[in-house]
């Protein structure tokens, strides 16, 4: 959210009609997975493996000679030795192995992975041939020697060899075969030897593009960042030395390197999987202190609204990067959080009051004292000529400020105000156009008894604040039957002439918007049942629509970007497939198969001065025990760019990769 800028209405305001399918989904697909086809996907280990038990919401059955198991798209499989479970229910895809059944890793060398492995080697090994076939007389020995329809692969391969269970059913194996040697237990450097070389050989040469990243930053710190598909390991290296990390669970990386100042600092990263390189970025990044931007050069700086979390990131909406497209990632600034900018571009803030000058990024003057107040971090909001700003209960008069500690006009002068009448904060504050209001909307919006009705609440959603005077000349209480307001706030943004409040909430799973008429103080229209944590809102279309997102729940999905015009007509709710993404609650999560469900993570929008949208988005694999597939991409945990076309589409232009966790990442655009 642009704290000191969208909420003045001095942005250009963009033409948005109607958001619709994105190209990373189109009809013909979606449709598709609506059809019940059921496709066959392969269990490999040495080689197929036959006799495998699976099961998925619609199917069931035995792997045959060829390891061929049947499923539905976007459906769960559990594969087993009889009752046995083996490793973990994983999504049903053309080709499985043990690697695939142990979360978080794709190395063979796991103990988990080795260790079920050598067990499938060696109940249904053969000497002459790599496949594996587990008879129905074995299964039954082996759980016949197995308590509980359990075995801990997760051992080491020592605790492994001396597990009683195990021993047991090599004994009974061999004991009924009539051939003492028949039955042994493979060893763990050979199994993965057998598993790692027919992995390779099912997934054939990897083919990758190569692409280099060439930038000019002036930040003595870049977060080298990228997405594998599955990497096993990843080296980053410069001429003099590699260094080995280990990718997160789906694929990304995230390393913040210091630059060498003043000189070229080239990387190369590699991803390897199973000995073989699947994938390699270049960055060569020239650091230059010279490089100022200018105060109407913009930039985009994403931050944490987790408070545990002290990072910013730059990304320069000017620049082109090697795509020919606008943006590049041109730094990261460590143990900061800027929150704010001033209207004209000079100035930046971070949330304990710090200033900074835009073009340099470098600290300048002394910090605005917004601690007096007891806090520790704040979200400052500047009136729109720049003269004040405020934060907490302090006002600043920031033209003062500026005398004193930049320009060096006076020595002297009174800029700090402790007497503001309410707690301001810019993630949920608005300035009317007029420049005369100020409406504030507390993080805890306060539940009161009614003063005029008997035993009837009230919803204290705003405090209207007369900046010629500094005074509370109105408080917006709405009747608590009025409102379908949830516990947490989202955010609350109010009309150019300070006539409509528009205010998101969000607790249980769900969200909610209230449009507010401020004047008669009742509600125009509620909508419940939106994704749950719900984010910044902005105007477009010349104020006549808003635009809010939503990060949704990791247990129950959920997450969309909403537009609606200023009545509440639902325009549309896009999430990263192009298509409304649905929670898990609700029916037609299931009766679509699915292809609804999921999480985009679009908690932060803006809007640049050439149209382009600008939304946080976030992976997360699994919804909860609900094992629901994730619609979004593991490759687009950043900040997702669009372009938005004259009849209000929605083309995706490209994803600003940051390797986000945080389901509560917010930005601004200078």
């Not at 079920?116 to 074995?138: A, C, K, P, W």
């Not at 039954?140 to 269970?165: A, G, H, L, R």
């Not at 896009?574 to 908690?603: H, K, P, R, T």
């Amino acid at each position: 959210m642009n704290m000191c800028i969208m909420r003045f209405f001095l942005l250009p305001c963009l033409t948005l009609l109607i958001l619709s399918c994105m190209l990373a989904c189109s009809d013909l697909e979606y449709e598709a997975e609506k059809v019940e086809i059921i496709y066959e996907g392969q269990f490999i280990d040495s080689g197929p493996v036959e006799g495998l038990k699976y099961t998925t919401k619609t199917q069931s059955g035995l792997t045959d000679s060829s390891g061929i198991f049947k499923y539905k798209k976007r459906e769960y499989i559990t594969f087993y030795v009889g009752n046995i479970q083996l490793g973990d229910k994983v999504l049903a895809k053309e080709f499985i192995s043990p690697v695939d059944l142990v979360a978080g890793t794709v190395r063979v060398e796991n103990q988990a992975i080795t260790n079920m492995s050598r067990f499938l080697q060696s109940v249904g090994g053969s000497s002459t041939s790599d496949n594996i076939s587990i008879s129905e007389e074995v299964t039954q020995i082996i759980q016949s020697q197995v308590s509980d329809n359990k075995i801990d692969f997760n051992v080491s391969t020592e605790s492994f060899n001396q597990d009683t269970e195990i021993t047991d059913i090599f004994e009974n194996l061999n004991k009924t075969s009539g051939n003492s040697n028949a039955y042994t237990l493979v060893s763990a450097l050979a199994a993965q030897e057998k598993l790692k070389t027919n992995l390779v050989k099912t997934e054939g040469k990897p083919e990758y593009e190569s692409y280099t990243n060439t930038i000019r930053t002036p930040f003595d710190y870049y977060p080298l960042a990228g997405y594998f598909d599955r990497p096993e390991e990843i080296f980053i290296s410069t001429l003099s030395n590699s260094t080995s990390i280990t990718p997160d669970n789906y694929g990304g990386f995230r390393q913040i390197i210091q630059l060498q100042t003043g000189q070229s600092n080239s990387f190369s990263v590699t991803a390897i999987r199973y000995g073989q390189k699947i994938g390699e970025l270049f960055f060569h990044i020239t650091h230059d202190e010279s490089i100022e931007y200018t105060a109407s050069h913009q930039i985009l700086y994403s931050y944490s609204a987790d408070k545990s979390v002290s990072e910013t990131l730059v990304i320069d909406l000017d620049a082109k990067n090697a795509k020919g497209l606008n943006g590049v990632i041109a730094g990261y600034i460590p143990n900061v959080n800027i929150v704010s900018s001033s209207n004209d571009g000079q100035f930046l803030i971070d949330n304990i009051g710090q200033v900074y000058k835009s073009d340099t990024h470098e600290l300048v003057g002394e910090p605005l004292p917004f601690s007096q107040t007891g806090e520790s971090l704040f979200y400052p909001l500047f009136s729109p000529d720049d003269h004040y700003c405020y934060a907490g209960t302090i006002k600043i008069d920031f033209e003062v400020w500026k005398a004193i500690n930049v320009d060096k006009t006076i020595t002297d002068g009174k800029w700090i105000y402790n007497y503001f009448p309410v707690w301001v904060d810019s993630r949920y504050a608005t300035i009317t156009e007029d420049e005369r209001y100020l409406f504030q909307t507390k993080k805890e919006i306060k539940r009161k008894a009614d003063p005029i009705h008997t035993n009837q609440y009230v919803f204290e959603v705003a405090e209207k604040i007369d900046l010629f005077t500094d005074e509370v000349v109105d408080t917006i209480d709405i009747l608590e039957t009025n409102l379908v307001m949830r516990k947490s706030i989202g955010d609350m943004i109010i009309s150019p002439d300070g006539s409509t409040g528009f205010l998101t909430t969000y607790s249980d799973f769900y969200g909610a918007l209230d449009i507010i008429d401020l004047n008669r103080k009742t509600a125009i229209k509620n909508i419940d049942g939106l994704s749950d944590f719900l984010g910044n809102i902005i105007f477009i279309n010349n104020n006549q629509r808003i635009l809010f997102g939503s990060s949704g729940n990791s247990w129950y999905g959920g997450g969309n970007v909403y537009v609606l015009t200023t009545d509440g007509q639902m325009l549309t709710r896009l999430n990263q497939l192009g298509v409304s993404i649905i929670q898990y609650g609700d029916e037609a999560c299931g009766s679509s198969g699915f292809a609804a469900c999921g999480q985009y993570g679009a908690f932060s929008v803006a809007l640049d001065r050439e149209g382009l949208l600008y939304i946080s988005s976030r992976y997360i694999e699994e919804l909860g025990s609900q094992k629901e597939i994730n619609n979004c991409s593991p490759d687009r945990r950043g900040i997702d760019q669009f372009y938005i076309n004259d009849d209000g589409t929605l083309d995706f232009k490209q994803t600003y990769y940051l390797n986000y966790y945080d389901k509560k990442t917010m930005h601004f655009i200078k």
